[in-house]
């Protein structure tokens, strides 16, 4: 059989190709005559993929507690794969740097819109059974949502909300060890009756705050927020571009914290004082968006529109936006 003309020119392309690196072309010829067809299951590992539900109790609907939270830490690896190639790219113009923010957008919005999975996929008394098998663990422990965060926007604005008052944008990297210590998130994980830190909070310190810490630092100067200050001014203020820094903002801040606090408020809301009798953390202040304000993006909006941060409205403003 005579061989096609173009097949031809790519054998000679791939065996100057391997000849610059010092290879012979026969070899590699030679193993993929041998190697046997790829297979969706093969590619994916789904074999593997399948086999990483392990439930500690009986009750059946703690796998579909595994499996969403699973589901949602790959969707957060997606988000900084993204937040990798902004930070990554050189000469970053606008429309790359739109496009991998709508990216991110879908994620969490594919993210928000399916937590009815964990709202109303699960009986009540199934679950309030189950979890207490996992003490201390919990969804707060999740390294890759805090990492999200330190990619999106300058440290300082991580800060409570009652200390951001001490640092501005002007800060140093070496300041962020000690911004770290005043972290908004850990005012999360304190105890309602004693105001001490949780185990969970202890355990996640100890696993994960080195990395995180040298993570805000390696992010010092190349987060989303400084890539946007980079481009051109009139490409700042591209309608595109800001409608997508308000959705992630919203997406982030505000939507996927009040889909946590509904389903808090639907299986954990009990009397206070039953809850600090339990060294239950403050979560009712924790998870509103109102409380903390915690915005990313603070140029992209009105005094008017952070005063009422959280509130019901400001989500309605961005799907006009997207109209």
């Known amino acids: 059989m005579e061989l096609n003309p173009d097949i031809i020119d790519k054998v000679k392309q791939l065996q ?7 290879q012979d072309l026969e070899s590699y010829l030679d193993g993929l005559l041998y190697a046997d067809y790829l297979t969706y299951w093969e590619y994916i590992k789904l074999d593997t993929l399948l086999s990483l539900q392990s439930p500690i109790t009986p009750f059946p609907d ?3 507690f595994i499996m969403y939270h699973q589901i949602t830490e790959l969707y957060f690896k997606l988000t900084l794969h ?4 902004i930070a990554s790219r050189e000469n970053l113009d606008k429309a790359f740097l739109v496009a991998r923010v709508q990216r991110i957008n879908r994620y969490f919005e594919a993210l928000t819109k399916s937590f009815d999975i964990m709202v109303d996929g699960m009986e009540r008394e199934q679950f309030l059974k189950f979890r207490m098998s996992l003490l201390p663990a919990s969804g707060f422990q999740s390294a890759q949502y805090r990492m999200i965060e330190i990619w999106s926007t300058s440290f ?9 008052h001490r640092y501005n944008a002007d800060f140093k990297a070496e300041n962020i060890a000690q911004m770290y210590e005043h972290i908004y998130w850990k005012r999360g994980a304190t105890e309602l009756q004693s105001g001490e830190k949780t185990l969970t909070l202890k355990q996640f310190e100890i696993k994960y705050s080195k990395d995180l810490i040298e993570l ?3 992010a010092y100067g190349n987060t989303l927020i400084d890539q946007v200050c980079r481009l051109p001014e009139a490409d700042q203020q591209d309608p595109a571009l800001i409608e997508g820094l308000k959705w992630l903002d919203t997406n982030v801040n505000v939507n996927w914290p009040l889909a946590h606090y509904k389903s808090a ?11 600090a009798a339990t060294g239950g953390t403050n979560w009712q202040k924790y998870l509103p968006p109102r409380f903390q304000k915690r915005i990313f993006f603070e140029e992209v909006w009105s005094a008017e529109e952070i005063d009422n941060w959280g509130r019901g409205w400001v989500e309605s403003v961005i799907v006009n936006l997207k109209k």
Request: no cysteine; charged share 45%.
């Open 156 to 164: 300082d604005r991580l800060v409570a909300k009652d200390e951001r």
């Open 216 to 218: 805000a630092e390696r």
């Open 16 to 22: 100057a190709k391997y000849a610059a690196m010092g």
């Open 62 to 64: 703690e796998e579909i």
């Open 82 to 85: 993204e937040f990798e190639q």
């Open 265 to 275: 408020v639907r299986y954990l809301q009990r009397a206070p004082e039953d809850i």
